[in-house]
């Protein structure tokens, strides 16, 4: 498609390449805009879920952050996190300059965000939301770590030149994406209570390890298809162990292709109802799960809220994922421009 | 190459590496330690994934045709039905080993369970087995009185214990303090009273374990009675030396005279339905440890007395559910690619800042909960939401007609729609940007209008896109919960809903697991299409 009009162009060309547009316009606006709705509706005073009059006369008193109170609830200990969490950062920002001679403030913000998290959601006690949380920022990074692991070593095993039933391994491994969650969820119900994981915290893990294993093979089996494996040779020749060879090496390349696999992973987890609500039991209960709930039994304003702050959540993970796939992309020498 | 291997080789033998072995061995070799290397590498992810993923889908598959709970519950029913002519009704012994099954499970309060089971083939069971586990301890009670009449001795545990017991486990029981050890028969009273022994075996070991009691301490229930009632009918123990000789002697005098219900009068005065022989055929049919029948009932089919039949009109609604999940999956698959297929084009046609920039548009609802879509969809579609308040607003429908948008097929179909409406467009994505653009422009060079350069030449080229995108898009339809369960209403619920609503509601397991067996196949099959067509090492993430 030409993407500019020429000066030639017909009555029945220009509308066409208007028509297109506008028609794309409108798809794109089914994709965002519901999305973007609930963010101005959590504000609501009310506990309505449609603008209110005063909302669409941009009245503040119409707004209020009532929700949000309510999703954060009360408890924990936020400010004294974050303080901890500033100490750490700037001590971590000065072992940097002492060391290694680097200045980098990045220490201080992950620090005192990760500080913020960790107070706000310890001591909290049957808070309806926080504690869905907690048991959901638990779960996920757990997941995550198992199979970021298990899953970044066997894509190594499976780009190897020679390896027997790769399809058929591939196949087994990528399952966990195509199986419905219905049928793994019910398996999974009934498997674990047989060995007496169904109800417990690692019972959800094993099980959300397994659901993120297909994203991490998938990213990083296709950041290994662009390595260059006379790297590794080079690296061998000059005298490198194998396992200094992947550390020093062959890691560093694929650590983009790793972290956003990690993503997929966490999200995948984070975001997981279906599974959650058979394996676990009440004391897993996650953020989606709550929000499951909610939505069918009463809806509350609240989940709204909640809602808003995990698109607050997707729309980080999307830019760091963005950001690697561009890093990645600059360091392969493809320019994105 | 060729001039090396000639100078290694001075004579017609096999080429030599350096060591001396054969050179094909050692290639050999060195690709089977390779090989090695990548399964060691690969071993612990596909362990994990077999016992994490796989065996639990395993297990739910053999649940689909697992059974045994008739046999395991009514052991001796099954067996002595084994042999019962279905035309008439079965014989005595039928009956009392239905007695004994059933007293015991009773006080395992495990009868329901199995009434429940049997009542999705045949509705009526489940009230006849909780009302039957009330009375079953009463069958027996003439014969007991009898017994007792004649000698009290017949009252006491102590009695049954020295009859039936081993004499080393006797010893030991009655050293115990509570339950004692694991009730043994003595190897005589097992011979001569086979029934009794049995019975009172089972008697015995129930006690033991559901309330932790001695059967040294416990008086046998009634079917007991009836049971060395009927042994003693049959036998003759006057040759018997054993513990207890006097009594039995005595007793099998007796018997002759004694009068009471038998096992299958016992069971019709309990319940005039222990007279149908539908019961029993049903008891039967599912006394196999393997079942057909809840595929059967996946498809509206079920097992009768008399072979396979439909399920009666108001009860077939598998079907008709199968039918719907994919009809659904199909308009959704079908929405996605209208919608999908102008903005994969626009966004591989645009320069890469720009295309760029709206494919964060496309990605941010991909990385957007699912759940927060889904509640999105609720807010905007209900009878008071934004969508309904907005068409109020502009004129196009009346306040008091407002649209039904949601709970039902289209609120699922819309919804759904814009959750997978991303799957579609990534791989169409990703194949256009590899469509060149000077094909078009060669066709159009060569005079073909805008429209026939696009269908003889772009659309054709994009097809493989279209396919991979459709088949992963229904997939992942075709297997979705919880959408439907929150906009979907009654009409729009999927296969995967009643799935779930079995097992958590309904509790009918087996048909759960048949309906998801049924389910996966469907999904296996378009995983393997889609193998074949894309490659599932080709599936592209953002």
Known sequence: MDTKLPPYATVGQRIWFYGFRVICGLIFFFLIAPILTIIPLSFNAEDFFTFTPGMLALDPDAYSLRHYREFFGQGGYPWIGLLIGLALGIAATVALKMFKGTTNYFPIVIFAIIGLIVGKLSGLEGEEWMTPMRNSLRIAPVATLLSVGFGTLAAIGLSQSHVPFKGAIMAILISPMIVPLIISAAGMYFFYSRIGLQGTFMGVVLAHAALGIPFVIITVTATLVGFDRSLTRAAANLGANPVTTFFRIQMPLILPGVISGGLFAFITSFDEVVVVIFVGSAGQQTLPWQMFTGLREQISPTILAAATVLVAISVILLTVVELLRQRSERLRGIDPH | ?542
């Open chain 2, 1 to 542: 190459m060729s001039d090396a291997t000639a100078a290694n080789t001075t004579d017609n033998g096999p080429v030599l590496a350096a060591d001396g072995t054969p050179l094909k061995r050692s290639l050999a070799r060195a690709l089977r330690v390779q090989k090695m290397r990548a399964l060691l590498l690969i071993a612990p992810l596909l362990i994990f994934i077999m016992v994490a993923f796989i065996a639990p889908i395993v297990d739910m598959l053999f649940r689909s045709v697992e059974n045994q709970i008739t046999s395991e519950t009514l052991p001796r029913t099954v067996m002595a039905l084994e042999d019962w002519d279905p035309e008439g009704l079965p014989d005595e012994d039928t009956y009392a080993a239905l007695t004994y099954d059933f007293v015991e499970a009773a006080e395992r309060r495990i009868h329901t369970r199995l009434g429940s089971r049997l009542n999705y083939e045949t509705t009526g069971i489940s009230s006849l087995f909780r009302q039957s586990g009330r009375g079953v301890d009463d069958i027996g009670e003439d014969y007991a009185d009898q017994f007792i009449e004649l000698n009290p001795a017949w009252e006491e545990a102590d009695t049954w214990a020295m009859l039936m017991g081993a004499p080393d486990w006797i010893e030991a029981a009655s050293a115990a303090e509570d339950a004692g050890p694991s009730f043994r028969l003595s190897v005589a009273a097992s011979e001569l009273l086979p029934e009794t022994a049995d019975a009172y075996r089972g008697f015995a070991r129930t006690v033991q374990q559901e309330d932790n009691d001695n059967p040294m301490a416990e008086e046998p229930w009634f079917p007991v009675y009836m049971a060395l009632y009927r042994d003693l009918m049959r036998t003759d123990v006057s040759g018997y030396d054993g513990p207890m000789a006097d009594l039995l002697i005595e007793a099998d005098a007796a018997v002759e005279g004694f009068t009471g219900m038998s096992p299958s009068e016992a069971w019709l005065d309990l319940n005039d339905d222990w007279g149908d022989r539908n019961v029993w055929a049903t008891i039967e049919a599912f006394s196999d440890p393997y079942t057909a029948g809840y595929f059967l009932t996946s498809i509206d089919l079920r097992l009768t007395p008399d072979g396979i039949e439909a399920q009666p009109e108001e009860q077939r609604i598998y079907l008709l559910l199968f039918q719907r999940t994919i009809f659904m999956s199909g308009m959704i698959t079908l929405m996605c690619v209208l919608l999908g297929y102008p903005i994969a084009y626009l966004l591989s046609n645009l320069p890469s800042k720009s295309s760029n920039l709206l494919l964060i548009l496309v990605l941010l609802p991909f990385w957007t909960s699912l759940l927060v879509r889904t509640s999105a969809w609720k807010v905007l579609l209900q009878q008071q939401g934004v969508i309904n308040d907005i068409l109020v607003w502009i004129g196009i429908v009346a306040d008091e007609n407002r649209l039904a948008l949601i709970n039902n097929q289209l609120g699922t179909i819309i919804a759904m729609t814009h959750i997978l409406l991303p799957f579609m467009i990534l791989p169409l994505y990703s194949v256009m940007k590899t469509i060149p653009p000077s094909y078009v422009r060669a066709a159009k060079s060569l005079g073909a209008t805008n429209f026939t350069a696009f269908r003889r030449v772009y659309f054709p080229q994009s097809i493989p896109g279209i396919g991979a995108g459709c088949i992963l898009v229904f997939i992942l339809a075709i297997g979705y919960y919880i959408t439907p369960e929150l906009v979907g209403g009654r009409t729009g619920t999927f296969i995967s809903n009643r799935i779930a609503y079995h097992i958590s509601s309904s509790l009918n397991w087996g048909l759960a697991a048949a309906l998801g067996s049924i389910l996966l196949a469907l999904v296996l099959v378009l995983y393997w299409l889609y193998d074949r067509i894309v490659g599932i090492d080709n599936v592209k993430l953002g």
